[in-house]
């Protein structure tokens, strides 16, 4: 009999499918993204041994240690964890929704806009740190309006929602670019080491209200999976299996752009992971569907890694990690772009 | 006795069974649907008076259609006629204006998607296969109206995808990717995915688009044995009219939105029928094979001009 390549866990009237890869290659991010992110709290232009680190996290570190570990490093790494996490998600979720990969929230312009929210709200309304994160979520929600409001008709159509996407998000920039003209030199500079993507400023308050809010929303992603692996099919032959695409776009776009934006709100519009997490999750899993879960940690191990090497590459100096995932990231849209238009040209 | 020969091709003896004023009287049977008193048919599936069309423009209005029960029923018309809208319409991908489609005596729009999806299936004509799935992965989703959170993977599920990739003669090709299939296997497995829904109702938006004579008759006669065997129900849009009337049990003609015709093949297929409906002169004869009939277009009568003959030209 030929092999399906399916297979599931059945317990009496339970059946629930599993790929033996995609498991594998979860468990496998997770370990490297918790790899990862331990080696960051441990290696840098300061060492801290191992040992030294569990002394801290249990209590009995010195003072300095504790300001190193417990302080600076790990709250930026549980950050770039979530946001990481975030980010991989919500480019599943668009690339799926948009059946592009180029739909991805950071290069339709959502991440752009939601800087334009939070930048509004730094710069304009004076709201402070929590002001800017209300408004980068406001941002990127108008974004995600506007774009999709100009990319429906008929249904959605991918490349008319990237085309409309990277042309508004241009036009974001150059709103950005203004305010921060506009405003005086010292909020301009901070606002500019934001605007390019930065992890320097976390701390336990931004996770505090960080962790639950992209926790929630991923856990409400993972629950659109089976959905949204039928809505990667042209809508009619999602409708005729009994799947209307246009409530669940709604609902899936919203979480998205949340995801996104909170992102955005937390460590400022960081180029490129959303939108290569889920190509190289699907890679390694070789799997169909949106494998939220996979890009999810891909995402995160991603982060974790630009962070790392945008923290210490460059001592004494630091590079905001918006730098390194664009350098990183501009090659692999290059790459992607090349490939995408070879196989439209095929 | 359905739509006689004599029928003048513009009459719609059958297309409004309901109708008041008409003698015929459908009653309630089974499952909602219909049975018509004069034939004996039973409809499951039925648009009543329905308007369709796309934003602001209007392609049918007050259009009926009856699909007989374990009919194979083939539409046919010109570029344009209706005759995708009115499938559409039929699937529930396109909301009626005014009037209803009615499965099973319900409302077709407000039944849930998913329960109208286990007795209704649809093969559009627009496929996009997702990156990178493989064959068996993608009839696979063919089993989406049957399953669940907690049931997702059943054994039903496994022998109506081997069922499906049986039928569709595409077992070989199960762990292929759909990227690396010519056009005539990529139509089978679209076809076997929508047999994996199992449906007793199966609607095919010109499925035999892209593929050669060979695999036509190949996908015709999957269909035909669909329904003399397990007994399924049939709507297909079809452009070829030879083919039509050879696989239909119930022909039906469409003109600028409306139904014209409809019936038994050999008894709505008629010379001044075509030159009705699609604006060609031909001669109708019976089909040596099977003496259905044989639609030949007639020598340089076509009526668009693009060599017009030499004597209009004086």
Redesign the interface.
Known sequence: MVDLGIRAVRLGPLAVRVSARSVLVCALLAVVAVAAATAAVLLGEIQVGLPRLLVTLTGGGSAFEEYLVLDSRLPRVVTALLVGLALGISGAVFQTVSRNPLGSPDVIGFETGAATGGLVALLVVGGGVAGASVGAVLGGMATAVVVYALALRNGLDGLRLVLIGVGLGALLLSVNALLIVRADVYDAQEAGGWLVGNLAGASWDGIGWLAPLVLALCAGALALSRPLTIAELADDSAAGLGQRTDRLRLTAITVGVLLSSLAVAAAGPIAFVALSAPQIARRLTAASGPNLLASGLAGATLLVLADHAARELFQPRQVPVGVVTGLVGGVFLAWLLTREWRKGHA | MRTPLSTPPNARPNARPNAPGESRTTTPTRRGSTADARTGHTHRLRADAVTLG??RRVISEDLTLAVPDGSFTVIVGANGCGKSTLL?GL???LKPAAGAVHLDGREIHRA???????RL??????????????V???V???R??H?S???????D??EA??DA?AATGV??L??RLVDELSGGQRQRVWLA??LA?RTEILLLDEPTTYLDIAHQVEVLDLCERLRAERGHTLVAVLHDLNLACRYATHLVAMKDGAVVAEGAPDEVITEALVEHVYGLACRVLPDPECGTPLVIPRKNVSTVPSTPPKEELR
Do not use: C
């Open positions: 796309y934003d559409r699937a529930r991908l849930p998607s998913k329960e109208v999806a286990r299936g649809l093969l559009p004509q627009a496929q996009v296969a997702p990156d990178g799935i493989t068996a992965d993608l696979a989703r063919g989406y109206p399953q959170l907690l049931r997702q993977w059943t054994r599920d496994e995808v081997r990739l077992e070989d199960a762990e995915m929508a829904q």
